[in-house]
C-alpha cells in the first residue's frame, strides 16, 4: 500500500512535504543562530518587563476598578472636604505617605493628602529601559526615528552613525534626524515616548528608575546633616544618576494617543534659589532626555539670586554642553513669582511650560500639554504631579482623577473627583480634568495669553498666592485650566523651603493672599478675610500695595465675577456669603431684635418685617445693609453705627450650637468674656458675664450656614 502511494502524484507530494520539514528545520536554525546570547537575553528581557508592567497596571486597573483608584475617595467623596481633615499641602499625611499638600495660610486648614502608589519595582534589571516597553509606535518609529531609549541609541551606533561621545552630540545628531524626516503635515502621529541617555542607564545605580534609594547603614548622620540643604535627603540625591530612568506612569491609553505633526514650540522655564545641585541636573536633564527635541525650544534657569556657589560658574560650565539651557541670573532676590515673569520676558518659544525645580519629567509628559494649547489657547494644562519621596527619592505615581481645589481661607488641596461624576462623564483615566485651582509650579500657556491675561501680578512677592491668582484670572476671564493624565511630572515635596524669605513668610503668604481676593474675589472676599484673617483688615497690620493696575486689568478683560467662577467652575464649593441670617430671636424673651430709624427695641417676630433681619457676616458683624449693631462696653449699651470692616470692635462671636456657649453673641474686643443679655420686660440691652443657661443671652438666627 505504501508503494502505491509512493507512485506517481503521490510521490511528488511526499517529496514536497519532506523538503518544506527540512527548510523549516534549517530556519529556525539560523534564526536561532542569529541571536546573539545577549539578543536573546535582551529579549527575554523585554518579555519580562512587558509581563511586568502588565501586571503593574492591573493592579492599578484593579484599584481602579474599586473605586477609581484613589484611597481619598474612600474618605472623600463628591468634592466636599471634611472639616476634620488635618494638614495641608506641606503636612500631608506622613504615618501614611510621604505626600505633602500645600498650605498658604498661616492657619493651617486641611485636605486630602495626595496618596501615592508604591509602584512594584523590585526587580530592576528587568526594569532597564523601562519606558520603552510597548510605549514605541513602531510604524512611526522607522518613519521619523524619534530619540529613544539607551537601547536605541546602542543600536543606532551600530549602524554606523558617527559616534555621539557628548550630551551634546547626542542631542545635535537627534535634533538633525528629527528636521530631516519630520516634516510639519498638519497631520497626527502616536504620542512621543522618547527617553534619550547618552549612556546605557546603569541598572544597579542607586534609585534607578525611580525605585528607592537606601541610605548605607553608617551614613545616617550624614542624611541627617545635608538635611537642611533642600529639606529632603539630600545625600542620597547626590547618589542618584542625574538622568535616572522613573517608571512609565501613564494610564495604558496615553502610549497610544495621536497628537499633532505641528504642535507649537516651547521654552521651559525653571526658576530656582539655592536648588540642591544634583536635583536641578535632574530636572534639566529629565526635560532634555524626554522632551521631542523638535519642540523644546530652550529650557531657560532663572538664577533668583541663589547664595550657594556651586549655582554660579559650576553651572554655567556644566549647562553649556547643552546647547538649549540658558541661565538667566536674577541681580537681586526676586522671588519666584517676579523669577518667572524675568524667565517669560525673554523665553522664545510659542508656549511657556513652568517647572519647580527639583521635579523629574516622565516619558511623553510635553506632547499632551502642547496638544492641549494647540486645540485651544486659552487652555492651561497641567501635568498630574507625582511624588517623589523626600525621603528616598522614590518616583511614586498618584491615583487618577484628582484635581486641584482651594478651601477657604484660599488654601489649596487636591480633590477626588466622585465616582458619579467621573460615571455621568464617562471619563477615562486619560480623560482631561477640569481644574478650579492650579498647584501653581507646573503648568503650560500660550506665551502671548499669557501676556493678555496680564501675566502675574508683579506684586505679589517672593512666594504663595501667585496659583490662585492666575488660576482665577484664567477662569475668570475665558479660559480653562486641565490636568492632563497623560501627562506626568514628578515634584519633591518637602516641608520646609529651603531658602529665606527676605520678609517674614508668613506676612509675605498673606499679603499675597490679601491682594487676589481683593482683585478677584468680589463679595466673597469677606470669606477669605472671615477664615482667620480679621488681622489683614487692619491697614496697621498690612499694607496691600497698589491695586490699580490689577483692578483695571480685570475691567479691561471683562473677566467675569467670582460668583460666575463659584457657579460654573467649582459649584461643588459651598460658600454662603455670611455665616447666618434672618431673624435675630432672643430665647428668653421669645421676641425678635429690631432696627428702626438707628434705634434698636424688640418687637414680636415677623418674617416679612424687613426692620428684624439681620446678617451675621464673616466679619463677624450684626448688619442690616450699611449698619452695623455696635457693643459699647463702656455705656453698656448697643449703638448703630456704619459698618467698617477694619473696626474689631464692631464684631460679635455668636457661638455655634454645639459650643459651651452656645447661641450666646460674646463682644470680640474685651478683656473678658461679655455677653449680649436682653432684659426680662424687653426694655433694654446690655452685657452681663456670660452664663451658658441663661436664656436671655441666647440669641438665634433664623439660618446659620457655618457649623
Ligand atoms: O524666592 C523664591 N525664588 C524662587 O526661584 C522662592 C522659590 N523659588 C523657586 C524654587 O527654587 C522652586 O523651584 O520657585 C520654585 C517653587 O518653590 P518651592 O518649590 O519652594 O514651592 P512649593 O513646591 O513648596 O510650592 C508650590 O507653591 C508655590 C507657591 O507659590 C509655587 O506655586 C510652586 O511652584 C508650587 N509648587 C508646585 O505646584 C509643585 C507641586 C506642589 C503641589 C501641590
Ligand atoms: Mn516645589
Not at 536641578?280 to 532663572?302: A, C, F, M, T
Request: hydrophobic content about 35%.
Amino acid at each position: 500500500m505504501i508503494r502505491r502511494y509512493l507512485r506517481g502524484s503521490g510521490r511528488v507530494l511526499v517529496f514536497v512535504f519532506v523538503a518544506s520539514v527540512i527548510w523549516l528545520l534549517l530556519d529556525i536554525a539560523v534564526l536561532r543562530m542569529s541571536f546573539s546570547d545577549g539578543n536573546l537575553h535582551l529579549l527575554k528581557e523585554r518579555v519580562i518587563r512587558e509581563k511586568e508592567l502588565l501586571k503593574q497596571r492591573a493592579e492599578v486597573n484593579q484599584s481602579t476598578k474599586r473605586d477609581y483608584g484613589h484611597p481619598v475617595l474612600r474618605t472623600e467623596d463628591t468634592g466636599s472636604v471634611s472639616p476634620d481633615m488635618a494638614r495641608v499641602y506641606r503636612q500631608g499625611d506622613k504615618r501614611r505617605n510621604s505626600t505633602l499638600l500645600k498650605s498658604q495660610s498661616a492657619e493651617m486648614q486641611e485636605a486630602p493628602a495626595k496618596k501615592p502608589v508604591d509602584l512594584p519595582v523590585n526587580d530592576t534589571p528587568l526594569l532597564k529601559n523601562f519606558n520603552q516597553s510597548s510605549n514605541i509606535d513602531r510604524r512611526k518609529d522607522a518613519e521619523i526615528k524619534p530619540m529613544n531609549t539607551t537601547e536605541k541609541v546602542k543600536d543606532e551606533a551600530e549602524q554606523k552613525e558617527p559616534p555621539a561621545t557628548t550630551k551634546r552630540a547626542i542631542e545635535e545628531n537627534h535634533i538633525r534626524k528629527f528636521s530631516n524626516s519630520y516634516q510639519k503635515t498638519g497631520g497626527v502621529h502616536r504620542v512621543l515616548s522618547l527617553d534619550v541617555t547618552s549612556a546605557p542607564r546603569d541598572p544597579a545605580a542607586v534609585g534607578q528608575f525611580g525605585q528607592a534609594a537606601v541610605v548605607p547603614g553608617d551614613k545616617d548622620a550624614e542624611v541627617k546633616e545635608r538635611w537642611d540643604e533642600g529639606f529632603f535627603n539630600v545625600f542620597l540625591s547626590d547618589r542618584i544618576p542625574v538622568d535616572r530612568g522613573v517608571p512609565d506612569t501613564r494610564p495604558e491609553i496615553c502610549a497610544q494617543n495621536l497628537v499633532h505633526d505641528n504642535l507649537p514650540s516651547t521654552s521651559v522655564i525653571f526658576c530656582f534659589v539655592d536648588e540642591v545641585w544634583s536635583t536641578l541636573l535632574r530636572s534639566v536633564h529629565s526635560v532634555i532626555n524626554r522632551s521631542p527635541p523638535h519642540l523644546l525650544k530652550e529650557i531657560i534657569l532663572v538664577d533668583d539670586f541663589s547664595t550657594k556657589d556651586n549655582l554660579k560658574d559650576a553651572l554655567d560650565k556644566y549647562m553649556s554642553q547643552f546647547p538649549k539651557v540658558r541661565i538667566i541670573r536674577l541681580k537681586e532676590r526676586q522671588g519666584l513669582i517676579r523669577a518667572r515673569l524675568a524667565g517669560a520676558a525673554v523665553a522664545k518659544g510659542e508656549v511657556l511650560t513652568f517647572l519647580d525645580s527639583h521635579v523629574e519629567c516622565n516619558v511623553g509628559w510635553l506632547e499632551p500639554l502642547l496638544e492641549r494649547v494647540y486645540l485651544d489657547r486659552r487652555k492651561v494644562p497641567c501635568p498630574v504631579i507625582e511624588v517623589i519621596s523626600d525621603q528616598d527619592l522614590s518616583y511614586k505615581m498618584v491615583d487618577n482623577f484628582q484635581r486641584g481645589i482651594f478651601k477657604w481661607p484660599l488654601v489649596f488641596g487636591w480633590n477626588a473627583l466622585s465616582n458619579e461624576y467621573v460615571k455621568k462623564k464617562n471619563m477615562t483615566a486619560a480623560d482631561p480634568i477640569r481644574c478650579p485651582v492650579m498647584a501653581g509650579g507646573l503648568f503650560s500657556i500660550d506665551r502671548k495669553y499669557f501676556y493678555e491675561l496680564g501675566a502675574y501680578d508683579p506684586g505679589l512677592d517672593v512666594w504663595g498666592g501667585e496659583n490662585m491668582e492666575i488660576s482665577f484670572k484664567i477662569w475668570m476671564c475665558g479660559g480653562e485650566i486641565e490636568i492632563i493624565p497623560c501627562s506626568r511630572v514628578g515634584h519633591i515635596f518637602r516641608d520646609q523651603n529651603p531658602y529665606k524669605f527676605p520678609k517674614d513668610r508668613r506676612k509675605t503668604v498673606e499679603r499675597n493672599l490679601a491682594r487676589v481676593a481683593e482683585v478677584w474675589l468680589d463679595e466673597y472676599k469677606e470669606l477669605f478675610y472671615g477664615h482667620g484673617y480679621h488681622h489683614l483688615l487692619d491697614i496697621r497690620v498690612i499694607d496691600v500695595g497698589n491695586l490699580t493696575e490689577q483692578i483695571e486689568l480685570r475691567n479691561r478683560l471683562k473677566c467675569k465675577s467670582f460668583k460666575w467662577y463659584l457657579d460654573n467652575v467649582y459649584p461643588e464649593m459651598d460658600s454662603p456669603l455670611v455665616k447666618a441670617k434672618g431673624l435675630v430671636f432672643n430665647r428668653g424673651l421669645r421676641k425678635c431684635l429690631t432696627l428702626q430709624n438707628y434705634s434698636l427695641s424688640f418687637e414680636m417676630c415677623d418674617l416679612s418685617k424687613q426692620s428684624q433681619h439681620f446678617n451675621y457676616t464673616w466679619l463677624r458683624n450684626i448688619r442690616q445693609q450699611d449698619l452695623c449693631v455696635v457693643p459699647q462696653v463702656k455705656y453698656n449699651r448697643l449703638v448703630v453705627e456704619s459698618c467698617d470692616r477694619a473696626m474689631a470692635g464692631q464684631r460679635w462671636l455668636h457661638k455655634s450650637s454645639n459650643s459651651a456657649l452656645a447661641e450666646h453673641l460674646l463682644v470680640e474686643v474685651s478683656p473678658n468674656q461679655l455677653c449680649l443679655e436682653a432684659s426680662p420686660q424687653g426694655d433694654n440691652l446690655h452685657f452681663a458675664n456670660c452664663a451658658a443657661k441663661n436664656a436671655h443671652q441666647k440669641w438665634q438666627f433664623t439660618n446659620n450656614f457655618s457649623p
